[in-house]
Structures are given as structure tokens and as C-alpha cells.
T-cell receptor, first 113, second 114 residues
Framework: DQQVKQNSPSLSVQEGRISILNCDYTNSMFDYFLWYKKYPAEGPTFLISISSIKDKNEDGRFTVFLNKSAKHLSLHIVPSQPGDSAVYFCAALNTGTASKLTFGTGTRLQVTL | DSGVTQTPKHLITATGQRVTLRCSPRSGDLSVYWYQQSLDQGLQFLIQYYNGEERAKGNILERFSAQQFPDLHSELNLSSLELGDSALYFC?????????????FGSGTRLTVV
């Protein structure tokens, strides 16, 4: 049972344009969401997070939007840079139970020149 | 360097064998998590330890076991290895219960079973 889904395995975007990565979840008990970025031969690194009490969180070029009613979140990268090319994982947890992070399957972003 | 150290980085072994993967968490972190990433799969949660005690268990096979030692390092033991156990195994650590929900990951151990 995949509770966190990233339905796009890959995405290609031109440098300077906006990258939008999507994530859907099914567990209504999730109340905290994170995005991780992973380069080859490295572990995932934390990028940005959002609590369910918010609908938007921004950090530089990265913005995460949360739509609780649709159980959907998205990561926007503006402007996209070649160094953003990586695999992006969405993750979620229930802070009340301090449960483990549940990850999606990842989206491979390729930013082209 | 994330502060989470995993050894070895690569491991090649034969079916039926047993291996031990080691993880040293970031200084100050009490929780250790083990995840498995198979080809084209997401990160599958295996098991969590908090300050030496098992806290949560995921889809961990009975052939796999783990422990966290008093110095907080953790080991993941994989036995009777099968070809399908070939994967990247990640360890992550966190400071649980202090409002910080993010994990810090190590660079992983790539296990190849031949």
C-alpha cells in the first residue's frame, strides 16, 4: 500500500523555467511533509518541509504548496538550474505518533541547457 | 559530509551469505532509521531504533535484523541473502521529539548479491 505517491517518474525542464514536482498521499493522519533531493552515489538531503497548518512554504527558489483537501503537495523550483538535476523524494509523517517518514518513489528531474 | 557514516560503501557477496552494515549517527541524534532502496523503487522503511530500543518496524524480512548499541551506532544484519536483496541500504538519524522531523541520511551501502 503506497501511502505517498509520485506519479511522474521523470521530468525534463529547460534552464530558467519552472519545475513542478507533484506528490499525492492517502493517509489523512499525515500532518508534516518534506522534500528530499538525491544525487547519484549520495544519500537524500533535506530540501524543504511544510506543516499541515500551512498551505505554502518558501525557501529561496523552492516553494512547497499543500492542498489538504486534495491530499496533494507540489514542489516548485524557480528558476530551474542545471544543478537541480537530481531525484526528488516526497515524504510524509504523523507527528503525533512520531512515526517514521514514508517516502514516495521519487521523480527524476533533468534540467537542460 | 552529512555527519551520518555508513560502512562499507559497497559490498558484493554470494547468495546464502550473511553481511553486516554499519551506521554511525550524527552526533547528538538518538534515533536511527534503516531504509532500503531497490532499483527504481522508493525508500522502503525497514526499522527504527531510538536510544538503543526498537521503536518501529516496517517491511523488514525475518532474515534481516538490526540493533543499536550503547554508543548509538547501529548495525543491520542481512542473512541467507538472495539476489533480490541487492539494493541500496540507507541509514538516517534524527533528534526525535524536538520538533525536528527531518532525517539526515548517510551516503548508503550498495549491496550486490551474486
Amino acid at each position: 500500500d503506497q501511502q505517498v505517491k509520485q506519479n511522474s517518474p521523470s521530468l525534463s525542464v529547460q534552464e530558467g523555467r519552472i519545475s513542478i514536482l507533484n506528490c499525492d498521499y492517502t493517509n489523512s493522519m499525515f500532518d508534516y511533509f518534506l522534500w528530499y533531493k538525491k544525487y547519484p552515489a549520495e544519500g537524500p538531503t533535506f530540501l524543504i518541509s511544510i506543516s499541515s497548518i500551512k498551505d505554502k512554504n518558501e525557501d529561496g527558489r523552492f516553494t512547497v504548496f499543500l492542498n489538504k483537501s486534495a491530499k496533494h503537495l507540489s514542489l516548485h523550483i524557480v528558476p530551474s538550474q542545471p544543478g537541480d538535476s537530481a531525484v526528488y523524494f516526497c515524504a510524509a509523517l504523523n507527528t503525533g505518533t512520531a512515526s517514521k517518514l514514508t517516502f514516495g518513489t521519487g521523480t527524476r528531474l533533468q534540467v537542460t541547457l | 559530509d552529512s555527519g551520518v557514516t555508513q560502512t562499507p560503501k559497497h559490498l558484493i557477496t554470494a547468495t546464502g551469505q550473511r553481511v553486516t552494515l554499519r551506521c554511525s549517527p550524527r552526533s547528538g541524534d538518538l534515533s536511527v532509521y534503516w531504509y532500503q532502496q531497490s532499483l527504481d523503487q522508493g525508500l522502503q522503511f525497514l526499522i527504527q531504533y531510538y536510544n538503543g530500543e526498537e521503536r518501529a518496524k516496517g517491511n523488514i524480512l525475518e532474515r534481516f535484523s538490526a540493533q543499536q548499541f550503547p554508543d548509538l551506532h547501529s548495525e543491520l544484519n542481512l542473512s541467507s541473502l538472495e539476489l533480490g536483496d541487492s539494493a541500496l541500504y540507507f541509514c538516517a538519524s534524527s533528534v526525535s521529539g524536538q520538533g525536528n522531523y527531518g532525517y539526515t541520511f548517510g551516503s548508503g551501502t550498495r549491496l550486490t548479491v551474486v
